[in-house]
């Protein structure tokens, strides 16, 4: 039996200190969602990454931040350097040192160049083997475009694959991005949810449910939720126990 009901993310990631995010076609968009509830809860937070994030005020250096120069405002990102606009990434003794800060180190462990869907290559994504939850992130604006378009890498899932630039993406081929080489890669135990993001630009309304519901069954990952970051609206799709 399926069960599907309004929710909201920020409900469940706040009993835990190191969150990660990895994926696609949303990632930042719902760390600044997260960080904005958090802030709204009096957390201290703290936005960060393992690979680079376009700089956004306000932000700090690592270096300022060990110096002892206090953050000044809540939420801050924090970079080990500023590169062509990006916050550079922290290694995982520089996060770990966040953590005795903020009540909340939210990191983006992945990049997709803007991209809705993303095949890592070997050294990605970089998680923290100390995240306490993980989100996986994908945009559904991928869904019927062209892999070559839409796909961050794509010619290293031809490669794979043998799939063409010019294929399009059926929901079919979309579920086939959650495996363990591909979106679910170096997830290993930890908890996570799937985050199917972008559900405002599909015409096709019950589209993502059926791929919710089949990422489940396929998985076994408990919980998918179907969003639109830019309406903040989130549905999470669970299937129930007889």
């Not at 706040?14 to 930042?28: E, L, N, P, Q, R």
């Not at 996570?192 to 998985?219: G, M, W």
């Amino acid at each position: 039996m399926w069960h599907i009901q309004k929710t909201d993310p920020a409900r469940s990631v706040f009993d835990a200190k190191y969150i990660t995010f990895v994926g696609a076609g949303g990632k930042s968009s719902l760390i600044e969602y997260l960080a904005g509830q958090a802030d709204k809860r009096n957390k201290k937070t703290v936005i960060t990454t393992t690979t680079k994030i376009y700089m956004q005020d306000p932000y700090m250096l690592f270096r300022e931040y060990a110096s002892g120069e206090p953050p000044l405002v809540n939420p801050i990102r924090i970079g080990k350097t500023l590169e062509n606009g990006k916050l550079t990434a922290l290694d995982f003794d520089d996060i770990l040192e966040l953590g005795k800060t903020f009540d909340a180190v939210f990191i983006e462990a992945d990049g997709a160049k803007g991209k809705p869907l993303k095949y890592p290559a070997r050294h990605e994504p970089v998680i923290p083997p100390f995240s306490e939850m993980v989100f996986i992130i994908a945009g559904l604006d991928s869904l019927f475009g062209h892999i070559d378009d839409k796909v961050f890498r794509w010619e290293l899932l031809k490669n794979e694959k043998g799939l063409a630039g010019n294929e399009v993406i059926s929901p079919e081929l979309f579920k086939h991005f959650f495996t363990e080489e591909i979106l679910l890669k170096d997830i290993e135990q930890k908890p996570c949810t799937i985050v199917l993001n972008k559900y405002d630009t599909l015409i096709q309304r019950e589209t993502p449910f059926e791929i919710a519901r089949s990422i489940i069954e396929k998985t076994g990952i408990e919980k998918v939720i179907v969003s639109s970051l830019t309406f903040q609206i989130f549905y999470e799709i669970r299937q129930l126990s007889l």
